[in-house]
């Protein structure tokens, strides 16, 4: 773990900014004007490899905001908890943050977002995660939930047809095989079993899914399988660190394939830990890393530069975690300059006005509706080249 996130962790609640004083649990007095909304991050669970830079950057934003007067002079009170990744400890903090009156619920896992979708209608809580199962991007299925990235489903569905295109063009002769590597876990399957499978028989591509245990320290034997598969294309959905694990066992073993890393392990931190087994992998980016200068990463790189760290450190969940927030924000802003109450409800409605919103370039323009909460349905693919993510393409849609 790197110092620069030290300050965050939950022992050191307290120790920085007057915002975080009570981001640990959420009690204490409150200001009569300011907008509560409140988090659940996972810091020490399974996804914590890429969960600190999420949750550093969600709270950066905060930060960055109050230090500008907030939202039409009204600062926003970030309360929160790390979950671990534990879908009953994530119902069990999003009874108590609703009850301290929290108007916006920030959430992470694919699990424990799917687990809350019912409750959060039936409060009027708008709620955005880092999960992107396509299932809760449907305004009419999952009304509060928004999806302010492209859905698991659709960067699966963007990556097969690159595959198959990539596989004619370099002369191959019938379907491509691919292997689909992926988390133990609804996240791992998520942008199979919603249409992954389907499309890539629609298209000709030849898919078999291959389970990445949970903990695992080696995959020789899945690689093993994989080899014996016939497999050209292998495709994690997974995070970084069992993705970099994978690598590592693949190059080891010469498997002669290409690797194609989904939006959670195609990062900086794939670098660090793979090294030069990460050399070529193709990453499917819904949020440009932090060294691809294009507007819309000016601001944190800012940000992160007046608090001495350097941006290069930070993964793409960086990106992610910022413009979550950012969006979000948005919908609060239209309520406030419509002169309406601010509830959960009427920042529900304003966010489902929102047509291409734009991030300065670090993400695809965003559009949600009242039927659609999928915001963007497109990402750039880039590759892994001498230690960092080179564009390879413009914004490719999904199918």
């Not at 915002?19 to 399974?46: H, K, M, Y």
């Not at 969600?58 to 671990?84: K, S, T």
């Not at 988390?183 to 998520?190: C, D, K, T």
């Amino acid at each position: 773990m790197r110092s620069s996130r030290s300050a965050f962790t939950p022992i050191a609640c307290g120790l920085a900014l007057s915002w975080v004083l009570a981001a640990c649990g959420g009690s204490g007095e409150r200001a009569e004007n300011e907008i509560l909304v409140a988090a659940i991050f996972d810091l020490t669970g399974p996804t914590a490899d890429v969960g600190l830079d999420y949750a550093d950057a969600v709270r950066g934003h905060v930060e960055w905001l109050n230090a500008q007067g907030g939202v039409g002079g009204r600062p926003i009170r970030l309360i929160y908890q790390d979950y671990g990744y534990q879908v009953d400890r994530a119902e069990q903090l999003y009874t108590q943050f609703v009850q301290e009156g929290a108007l916006i619920f920030m959430g992470w896992g694919t699990g424990d977002t799917e687990a809350l979708r019912l409750r959060i209608t039936e409060d009027r809580i708008p709620f955005a995660s880092a999960s992107l199962s396509h299932v809760l991007g449907d305004g009419h299925e999952s009304p509060y939930n928004f999806l302010v990235a492209t859905s698991y489903s659709d960067q699966f569905r963007i990556v097969l047809r690159w595959i198959a295109e990539d596989h004619r063009a370099n002369g191959g002769a019938g379907n491509a095989q691919v292997a689909f590597m992926h988390s133990a876990s609804p996240f791992g399957l998520s942008p199979w079993v919603q249409g992954g499978e389907d499309y890539a028989r629609e298209i000709g591509v030849d898919v078999n899914a291959y389970e990445m245990p949970r903990g695992a320290t080696d995959y020789t034997a899945e690689f093993s399988r994989i080899g014996q598969s016939g497999a050209t294309y292998v495709v994690f959905q997974n995070t970084s660190a069992p993705a970099a694990v994978a690598l590592r066992n693949a190059r080891g073993l010469g498997l002669d394939a290409t690797f194609v890393c989904l939006n959670w392990c195609a990062n900086a931190l794939l670098w660090r830990l793979a090294e030069e087994a990460a050399e070529g992998v193709v990453g499917a980016i819904p949020w440009a890393p932090l060294t691809d200068d294009v507007p819309g990463v000016r601001d944190i790189r800012g940000y992160l530069e007046s608090r001495g760290e350097d941006y290069s450190e930070k993964t793409n969940a960086y990106t992610q975690g910022w413009w979550t927030m950012g969006v979000f924000v948005e919908g609060i802003r239209r309520v406030l300059e419509a002169g309406q109450e601010l509830t959960g409800e009427n920042i529900k409605h304003a966010l489902e006005t929102v047509e291409s919103f734009d991030s300065g370039g670090a993400g695809p323009p965003l559009t949600f509706t009242p039927s659609d909460h999928r915001g963007s349905k497109g990402l750039r693919l880039f590759r892994a080249e001498n230690g960092v993510w080179a564009p390879m393409t413009e914004v490719l849609a999904a199918p």
